[in-house]
């Protein structure tokens, strides 16, 4: 009994066996990722937002860590996107400026004294820029509209224009750094935020020389970052982006 029982579940088993190899390897044999690659399971169809088009960006922003003038800046962004993720640009940026807290304070405390002095301003700011987009991606806002963003980061070199007298004024050169937030409300326009950090050595201020009967005044120098945020609205051409293969 027992023996026919054992000769039942092997034929079940038997004519089970094809059906069980089909159905495991219905999914045919296991690929490597450089396989899937290549075999088309990549994103296609991606909207290329930056790739090969010209961004023009009017922007204003100010400087962060003044001590004793702070800057309003006008100006505007150029870049071109040669890959989707490279860009050159340049920016230019004018400043207006107006005293701090901290100068508004030394005026009222040692008047005499500042008049024969003077603060730094800053009246320009050029650049030539190299930006990297390394992340970007989409986001719901209030769950009715996808909007695409990016992160860039940018570095690059340029001149500095400051005024105020003779001790702190004159053209000086200036290193770039800086990252930023693009997020496009469009296909062909978007809000641009940054903070640049723009390195050079300058005076802060011109101070009367107290070590002399002269009345000559004098002024420090050091290298110092001066941290600016901007914000700008993009427009970028032509209007309709690629899309890749």
């Known amino acids: 009994m027992q023996y026919r029982q054992l000769l039942l579940v092997g034929c079940i088993f038997g004519l089970l066996l094809p059906t069980i190899c089909q159905a495991a390897n219905i999914q045919g044999p296991r690929r490597s990722a450089l396989q899937k690659l290549q075999d088309g399971d990549a994103v296609r169809k991606r909207l290329l937002l930056r790739?090969?088009?010209?961004?023009?960006?009017p922007t204003?922003?100010?400087?962060?860590?003044?001590a004793y003038r702070r800057n309003a800046l006008f100006g505007v962004k150029l870049d071109y996107h040669f890959r989707d993720n490279l860009a050159v640009?340049?920016?230019?940026?004018?400043?207006?400026?107006?005293?701090?807290?901290?100068?508004?304070?030394?005026?009222?405390?040692?008047?005499?004294?500042?008049?024969?002095?003077?603060?730094?301003?800053?009246?320009?700011?050029?650049?030539?820029?190299?930006?990297?987009?390394?992340?970007?991606?989409?986001?719901?806002f209030l769950g009715r509209k996808v909007l695409n963003y990016d992160f860039q980061v940018s570095l690059g070199g340029g001149v500095a224009n400051l005024s105020g007298s003779k001790d702190v004024e004159g053209l000086i050169p200036v290193a770039?750094?800086?990252?930023?937030?693009r997020i496009f409300v469009d296909r062909w326009m978007a809000v641009n935020l940054q903070v640049r950090d723009y390195l050079y050595s300058s005076a802060l201020n011109s101070i009367a020389d107290v070590t002399t009967d002269e009345q000559e005044t004098r002024a420090d120098s050091a290298v110092r970052?001066?941290?600016?945020?901007?914000?700008g609205y993009s427009f970028l051409f032509p209007k309709v982006p690629k899309v890749s293969d």
């Open 89 to 140: 640009g340049t920016a230019l940026l004018v400043g207006v400026s107006f005293d701090s807290a901290l100068a508004e304070q030394l005026n009222a405390k040692r008047k005499e004294r500042i008049a024969k002095g003077s603060f730094s301003d800053v009246g320009l700011l050029g650049s030539v820029d190299l930006t990297y987009t390394p992340l970007f991606g989409k986001v719901a």
């Open 51 to 57: 790739e090969s088009r010209f961004e023009v960006t």
């Open 176 to 181: 770039v750094a800086g990252a930023g937030l």
């Open 225 to 231: 970052n001066n941290f600016v945020f901007t914000m």
């Open 60 to 66: 204003l922003g100010f400087t962060l860590n003044d």
